[in-house]
């Protein structure tokens, strides 16, 4: 029997194809969404947390019939699609679905976490690896660089390392100049280990 539903949509900002190593193994097409709960003073990508972007709301398979011109590169080089934003996994739903449609092509998120914990759930099934950006686990530096409390993010990463094991998780620990420092670098990478991180990376922020 037919229903009125409507179909379920997120809101994409672009798609960048032909991606090599930036957001994950082989080639990549990176599928930027509309969207953050973060206020990072530093962000890369700000229209994405501007009301004003244009945006195009895309179903599940309109994405995957945009994506799939590159499935030949994508399972020749072991790579994929790869979401980010904005916060990929604020559209986990849509995530689910689009894995549903793909081959055995590798889905990767790159969040900050900073969601509803069955967001990260529903993530967890349709997800092959996880970029997490922690920004850093000092409460105080994480609230004044986000304006955010991190304990939603270190208690859903226990929850992702629960659901996936470590093998599938990347924690991105930043220098974060004004903000940081390594020594708050240093101690945030401990605390990760100790939570049973396993691949942690590190990086500077740059100031804009
Ligand atoms: S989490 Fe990413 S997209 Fe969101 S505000 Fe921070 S840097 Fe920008």
Not at 64 to 87: I, M, N, R, S
Not at 93 to 120: G, K
Not at 193 to 202: C, F, L, P, S
Request: aromatic share 8%; net charge neutral; hydrophobic share 40%.
């Amino acid at each position: 029997m037919p229903t009125n539903k409507p179909a379920l949509t997120a809101p994409v900002v672009t798609l960048s194809r032909h991606r090599l190593t930036t957001d994950g193994d082989g080639v990549t097409t990176l599928v930027i969404f509309h969207g953050c709960p973060l206020r990072c003073r530093y962000c890369l990508n700000p229209y994405t947390t501007d009301d004003r972007t244009r945006i195009t709301p895309m179903t599940p398979q309109a994405l995957f019939d945009a994506v799939k011109c590159d499935a030949l590169y994508f399972e020749a080089t072991g790579g994929g699609v790869t979401f980010g934003g904005g916060e990929p996994l604020l559209q986990a739903a849509f995530l689910a679905q689009f894995a549903a449609l793909c081959p055995s092509w590798r889905l990767t998120a790159e969040t900050s976490l900073a969601v509803p914990a069955c967001q990260v759930e529903t993530a967890a099934e349709a997800i092959d690896f996880f970029i997490v950006d922690c920004k850093d686990t000092d409460p105080a530096v994480y609230k004044r660089y986000t304006g955010c409390d991190n304990t939603r993010m270190l208690e859903n990463l226990r929850l992702l390392l629960s659901l996936v094991g470590p093998e599938r998780i990347r924690v991105r620990v930043p220098l974060i100049p004004d903000y940081n420092t390594e020594t708050s670098v240093i101690a945030s990478e401990a605390r990760l280990r100790a939570m049973g991180v396993t691949n942690v990376e590190h990086f500077s922020y740059v100031r804009r």
